[in-house]
């Protein structure tokens, strides 16, 4: 994989582009694809958004989700985009089975692939050009280099501010986490300086939800959580049940794990969904516990230190069983 630098006079002359993210995109998948997207087709290019999936509701808003394809929902078209694609921007994500039932496309693809991603251990052979950074706060951050390093940053305009501040927001709890540094806080500083209504954003993606969804998470908290204070860890499992009784669709779930950690002294918090395909696990933890590796060792996930996932083809009880036997060896780390 060769630095970003080599790869901007591709952009000079139009090309067709096509960008692409990990399976239900989140919203600096979504942000920052989106916001790259604008700049590109400033810059003349014939640019396609193509989600290997589905995403929230709550990202719907976005300037040019309308546009996004939905490759699970009109593959062909999706695959004829990716056959001819002279470059294919890949965010948001490292390794290729991230794009779930895409990755056999993209990687038979002929164009020219170029990553830009804040997660740990890229697949670095699958991509000619790229950026990878574990200390960004996120991929809509990266994106702003990007543009900024580019030829034209000047064209940088509050379109493209919204959909990065929107990646940004989210992947940083809102500028809370580690990763939020002086650099974010900076390219704020020139979204609002461009003109940036960030109120609206906050609202879009935060206050946007239905009834059901807050009961939902009421239930969960309730009855679908184990706090197990020897080692500072609080589980929740999701059965299939809930999902059918509260009506819960992409997105519903996402931001719940977060709540495990406003118990005081905890440390880890671990969340799995009884999806029909799969069992999917959140983890998210405060400090040293680092679950990127605790994913990939029990869970075929990955991520980062302090936020990363995983899933199980096993049943709900199973992958919890799993879940609490292996717990012990971290006693040492969580206490
Ligand atoms: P979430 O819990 O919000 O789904 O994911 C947390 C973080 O871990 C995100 O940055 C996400 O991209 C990453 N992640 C989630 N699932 C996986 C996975 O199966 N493999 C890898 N490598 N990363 C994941
Ligand atoms: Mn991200």
């Not at 040019?64 to 994500?93: H, M, N, P, R």
């Not at 609080?234 to 719940?256: F, N, P, Q, S």
């Not at 990955?302 to 992958?319: C, F, I, P, V, Y």
């Amino acid at each position: 994989m060769k630095a970003i630098e080599a790869f901007y006079p591709l952009l000079r002359a139009p090309k067709k582009i096509i960008i692409t993210t990990h399976q239900k995109p989140d919203g600096d998948a979504m942000g920052s694809s989106l916001g790259l997207y604008h700049f590109l087709i400033k810059l003349r290019h014939d640019v396609t958004v193509i989600s290997p999936t589905n995403w929230a509701d709550f990202l719907d808003w976005l300037p040019g989700a309308d546009k996004v394809i939905d490759f699970e929902a009109k593959k062909d078209t999706a695959i004829a985009f990716i056959q001819s694609a002279e470059i294919l921007f890949c965010l948001d994500f490292n390794v290729l089975h991230r794009t779930k039932h895409l990755e056999k496309y993209i990687d038979a693809a002929t164009g020219v692939k170029v990553l830009i991603d804040h997660h740990e251990q890229p697949q670095i052979a699958a991509f000619q050009f790229g950026i990878s950074n574990t200390g960004k706060s996120s991929t809509c951050e990266m994106v702003y280099d990007f543009i900024m390093q580019s030829e034209q940053p000047e064209l940088l305009d509050t379109t493209i501010a919204t959909c990065l501040y929107t990646g940004t927001m989210t992947d940083t709890g809102s500028f809370r986490f580690p990763a939020t540094t002086a650099s974010v806080h900076r390219m704020v500083a020139h979204f609002k300086d461009l003109g940036l209504e960030h109120t609206p954003i906050h609202d879009n993606i935060y206050d946007s939800f239905l009834e059901n969804r807050l009961r939902f998470i009421g239930n969960a908290l309730l009855n679908r959580m184990d706090v197990l204070y020897e080692y500072n860890t609080a589980v929740m499992a999701i059965l299939r049940e809930d999902i059918i009784h509260y009506d819960i669709k992409t997105g519903d779930t996402e931001g719940l794990v977060n709540y495990l950690l406003t118990i005081k002294n905890i440390k880890f918090g671990a969340i799995v969904i009884d999806r029909n395909e799969e069992r999917k696990w959140s983890f998210r933890s405060k400090g040293d516990f680092d679950v990127n590796i605790f994913a990939r060792q029990h869970f075929e996930g990955g991520g980062h230190k302090n936020a990363a996932g995983g899933r199980s083809s096993d049943t709900l009880e199973k992958t919890l069983a799993h879940f609490y036997q292996v717990l012990p060896e971290y006693k040492e780390v969580l206490r």
